[in-house]
């Protein structure tokens, strides 16, 4: 059902921006996790369905923007500044609840962000 898609090679520093179609929900919540070699899946971004209401990961604060198209049922993250740090593969994913604190319900498929030095 989510399907993630716009990850690719970007030098630090610089932009990228990733897309995601999903059910959107009513009162649930949309967002994105990513996974670096030998790392946890962490979350990263998050936005309610309904309001619109973001949240982030300390670590992206201030650089990543999460975004919604209810009319066309897509989550967006843009990606400013990227370092290295950021390489990993990114997830959308989906649940009734907070995403920063709670396990998804629902996992898209990977796309990969390299970001070189």
């Known amino acids: 059902q989510l399907q993630a898609s716009g990850g690719g090679l970007v030098q630090a520093g610089g932009s990228l921006g990733l897309s995601c179609t999903g059910p959107g929900r009513t009162n649930w919540h949309m967002g994105w996790f990513r996974q670096a070699p030998g790392q946890e899946r962490e979350f990263v971004a998050g936005i309610t369905w309904n309001l619109g209401t973001t949240y982030y990961a300390d670590s992206v604060k201030g650089r990543f923007t999460i975004s919604r198209d209810k009319a066309k049922r897509m989550v967006y993250l843009q990606m400013n500044s990227l370092k290295p740090e950021d390489t990993a593969i990114y997830f959308c994913?989906?649940?009734?609840?907070?995403?920063?604190?709670?396990?998804?319900?629902?996992w898209g498929q990977g796309t990969l962000v390299t970001v070189s030095s």
């Open positions: 994913a989906t649940g009734p609840l907070s995403l920063a604190g709670s396990r998804p319900n629902f």
